[in-house]
């Protein structure tokens, strides 16, 4: 039997956001989910690929080549801005509690012919561009806002097509990998020139560790935070990749630089069979599980911030139904159950096993109680791994009467109280029967 442990004494830094998402809440005519994110404290937005659902305001949404459509135009008109539709997608992410990642570039291009993902014309006009938008979403240049939107993201995935690629192949950086180290170091450069106070990085990246080596081997730029993504379906592989990423940014004396995971999911391949098995997984409870289990990493890993791909009603929203966003999906209870880890404040130590994933907190509650928390998930690839029953061990709990609550996410139960335990000593274990792909919530009060 697999022992599971908690020390509520030993305190191991701050809960940190392992539960934001791209994109925001959805309002279409008739529906909303915006009690959602707020009922789950989704502390971090995204805003990528935002232009790709309607609702959110199409290709008039965020992207540079929306809100700036004629690149020729003069970058320190306000006229030459076409505002009115972001200002609404970046205002009700606020009214959900969300807080914009803001990125500056474009969304994927899947088409035949290439649009905002061409290398800009001239690099500093295009600084200037970004250093205007985000003069007006925090300075309130253009009648615009102060809204104090701190983290602002140059582009997305240059290092996903090698350099010989042609220009219509390559579905983010049109341009090759030296284009992009100069323009990032232009943007990043003046934007930080012009906003000190303000969180400036990038590069989003997609996959390529060499790249990701090569980028910062060369850098002279400022770079607040490196953000990066990994698809995969072993929880094990992408903590692999938090450590990886961690040490490389270490290594060229980026000690200070946040890293931050901007896009994950689970996919088991990029083609055929694999690929139509990731989608259905995406929505159902392994998904979910795969999702509290890379939460429960990324908590315990040396990661800044952890940003699932995608809130966005999509074929990689887990969260929420496509055609209907108003209700969710299995994938959205571990955002919601890590929420009231992330309230109390203070992360403590666990110890997990192999199928196991666990992260624990401690704080005061909103009873205004001392309160532990403890999010752990079984999962295992393989979906006749086979149910299993497991020991997890409390200690340091507070002394006195306190009751120990069991809740359950399981393929039949959304987060379901199955058990509920009295309990006068500080140290305590419960054995827990779970299915396969299970996530229990256990709350100490």
């Known amino acids: 039997m697999k022992k599971l442990t908690v020390d509520f004494t030993k305190e191991n830094g701050r809960v940190k956001p392992m539960h934001a998402v791209n994109n925001g809440p959805a309002i279409s005519r008739t529906t909303t989910n915006l009690p959602y994110f707020r009922e789950a404290g989704i502390p971090y937005g995204r805003t990528h690929d935002t232009s790709y659902y309607s609702p959110y305001g199409s290709n008039f949404v965020i992207d540079i080549a929306g809100i700036f459509p004629n690149f020729d135009a003069d970058p320190y008109d306000e006229k030459s801005y076409d505002f009115p539709i972001t200002d609404k997608f970046i205002a009700t992410m606020f009214e959900g509690g969300v807080k914009p990642f803001y990125r500056l570039g474009n969304r994927i291009e899947h088409m035949v012919k290439k649009y905002g993902t061409l290398p800009p014309k001239d690099f500093k006009k295009w600084a200037v561009i970004c250093e205007h938008i985000i003069r007006h979403y925090n300075y309130g240049w253009a009648d615009g806002f102060h809204y104090d939107i701190e983290y602002w993201e140059i582009w997305n995935e240059p290092d996903l097509h090698p350099d010989d690629d042609p220009p219509e192949k390559k579905t983010t950086w049109g341009g090759t990998k030296l284009q992009f180290?100069?323009?990032?170091?232009?943007?990043?450069?003046?934007?930080?020139?012009?906003?000190?106070?303000?969180?400036?990085?990038?590069?989003a990246l997609a996959c390529n560790k060499q790249w990701a080596e090569d980028f910062l081997k060369q850098l002279k730029a400022p770079l607040d935070f490196f953000s990066w993504h990994v698809y995969s379906n072993d929880p094990k592989k992408v903590l692999s990749d938090m450590e990886f990423y961690r040490a490389l940014l270490d290594k060229y004396g980026y000690t200070k630089t946040e890293s931050i995971l901007n896009e994950w999911n689970?996919?088991?391949?990029w083609v055929d069979e694999p690929l139509i098995y990731s989608y259905h997984t995406i929505k159902n409870i392994k998904g979910a599980s795969f999702i509290a289990a890379v939460m429960a990493e990324g908590q315990n890993a040396p990661l800044d911030i952890l940003m699932y791909y995608d809130s966005r009603p999509s074929t990689f929203c887990g969260m929420f139904k496509t055609d209907i966003p108003c209700e969710t999906l299995k994938g959205y209870y571990p955002f919601l159950m890590f929420n009231h880890l992330y309230r109390l404040g203070t992360a403590v130590e666990t110890g997990?096993?192999?199928d196991f994933y666990l992260c624990a907190a401690k704080g005061v509650g909103d009873d205004g109680k001392e309160t532990g928390e403890v999010m752990l998930s079984y999962f295992n690839d393989d979906d006749d791994h086979g149910d299993t029953t497991v020991e997890l061990a409390l200690s340091g709990m507070k002394e006195g009467k306190?009751?120990?609550?069991f809740r359950i996410l399981d393929g039949k139960r959304d987060c379901v109280l199955f058990r509920k335990d009295t309990?006068?000593?500080?140290?305590?274990?419960?054995?827990?029967?779970?299915?396969?792909y299970a996530v229990v919530e256990v709350t100490v009060h």
Not at 266 to 269: A, E, F, L, P, Q
Not at 423 to 436: F, I, K, M, N, R
Request: aromatic share 12%.
């Open 181 to 203: 180290f100069e323009l990032y170091h232009i943007a990043a450069t003046h934007l930080k020139s012009c906003f000190p106070e303000l969180k400036i990085g990038g590069p």
């Open 266 to 269: 689970y996919i088991r391949g």
């Open 352 to 354: 997990a096993d192999d």
């Open 402 to 405: 306190k009751e120990v609550e």
């Open 423 to 436: 309990v006068a000593a500080t140290e305590y274990s419960a054995y827990l029967d779970l299915p396969l």
